[in-house]
């Protein structure tokens, strides 16, 4: 059940960041986060209904918010990274560096293996051989400055650490208390989002219906994929489940194939794969 649930987060992030991707490139970045968040948070609030308040504590939301902000910045700057990279190479350097993050946070107390450092070697050339590929043989997807690649790849890489600190915050072995902490997530990060376009981008959320209607899937699937990691890090540790969830990619490339008619080069995929399997050795 568990690396079930950890597939479904991975199929659903997957398939998100592709609908993300479509939209960033014909709307604000700022508007379709913000409703892809708030969308997502009218699907939660049923449910912690549902469940009740015995396990919320102060720990619960403290740490709910904390993951709150950061899929909020790493949002973010991962759907801004689409402009410039394609979905696939921009989620894909972003799952990559997520994993990194639950590593360092379990080795605390357990000294990472010899294994997990020939991984975390893997990673990091897998990581320069997509990128090289995109700046060098991706037609570009819209006019723009000659180092908007590199742009697009340190966006990919800020929104990995979001992710991380993300994936250590959702961390727990209370279902109920998951929930809690999931729905908060997104509570929170509508509301910075919204005070950040308030101060500095104002008029960039933008109400109207095509807004909602592009935002919709994004925000669906989205919570889906946190309902479901949520749910799968009560019954297992970050280094079995983060790597299954960070599969997203696989679906991002078949999607960004299949939608968006996005090329995927040999080269491309042997980076992929050698990234995919260096995580799979940092955190097995």
Known sequence: MRDLLALIAAAA?????????RAVRQGSVM??????????????????????????????LA?????????AGALLVLYLSTRYLFVGI??????????????????????ISTQSSVG?????????????WQRQRAAPVEER?????????????????GMSVYYVALAGTSVDAQ??????????SSILIFIGCSIFARGSIRLSTSEIKVALPVGMLGVVGSLAYALAATSSSLATVVPISSLSP??????????????VSKLQCVGLFFAMAGVVLITS
């Open 179 to 188: 929930i809690w902490r999931a729905t908060e997530t997104r509570l929170v």
């Open 250 to 263: 696989v679906v991002s490339v078949a999607l960004g194939w299949l939608m968006l008619r996005e090329k």
């Open 90 to 111: 921009a989620s894909s350097l972003s799952a990559v560096v997520a994993c990194l993050g639950p590593v360092i946070y379990t080795s605390i107390n357990h000294p």
């Open 145 to 161: 400055a000659r180092y908007a690649a590199l742009l697009g790849f340190f966006f990919a890489l800020l929104s990995g650490v």
């Open 120 to 132: 975390v070697a893997i990673c990091i050339v897998s990581i320069a051989v997509v990128a090289g």
């Open 63 to 71: 740490t709910g918010a904390i993951a709150g902000v950061a899929i």
């Open 31 to 60: 508007s379709l986060t913000f409703w892809s968040q708030f969308l997502g948070l009218i699907v939660g609030v049923p449910v912690v209904l549902f469940v009740g308040d015995g396990a919320v504590t102060p720990h619960v």
């Open 13 to 21: 992030w997957g398939a998100s960041t592709v609908y993300a991707g």
